[in-house]
């Protein structure tokens, strides 16, 4: 079982930035593919980025590449989303989600193990 933690939402201006955190419980958390998903408001949930748990090995929806970056710090059981050059479309509830070795697929939801509760991201224009 692993828990997710979302953390570092907020409200900024277009063309700021942001960084979110998502902690996870437990000791295995090296062994996971993490992933990254958004749901703009009135919209379906979609995928945003994915670090894969066998490597520095990183995928990104077409609409964040050039702005956002994944990492992760297994030391510290933690993913990162670090956000620039925000736009107004991407304001949304954004997720992180665990998937256990996962190597292919990582942009599908069904892919994903668990969830994090999210946390709210608004940029203003």
């Known amino acids: 079982q692993v828990q997710l933690v979302e953390s570092g939402g907020g409200l900024v201006q277009a063309g700021g930035s942001l960084r979110l955190s998502c902690a996870a419980s437990?000791?295995?958390?090296?062994?996971?593919?993490m992933g990254w998903f958004r749901q703009p408001p009135g919209k379906e949930r979609e995928f945003v980025a994915a670090i894969r748990w066998s490597g520095p090995i990183t995928y990104y929806a077409d609409s964040v590449k050039g702005r956002f970056t994944i990492s992760r710090d297994n030391a510290k059981n933690t993913v990162y989303l670090q956000m620039n050059s925000l736009k107004p479309e991407d304001t949304a509830a954004y997720f992180c989600?665990?998937?256990?070795?996962?190597?292919?697929?990582?942009?599908?939801?069904?892919?994903?193990?668990?969830w994090g509760q999210g946390t709210q991201v608004t940029v203003s224009s």
């Open positions: 437990g000791r295995t958390f090296s062994t996971y593919t």
């Open positions: 989600a665990a998937a256990f070795r996962l190597e292919s697929g990582m942009g599908r939801e069904a892919s994903y193990d668990y």
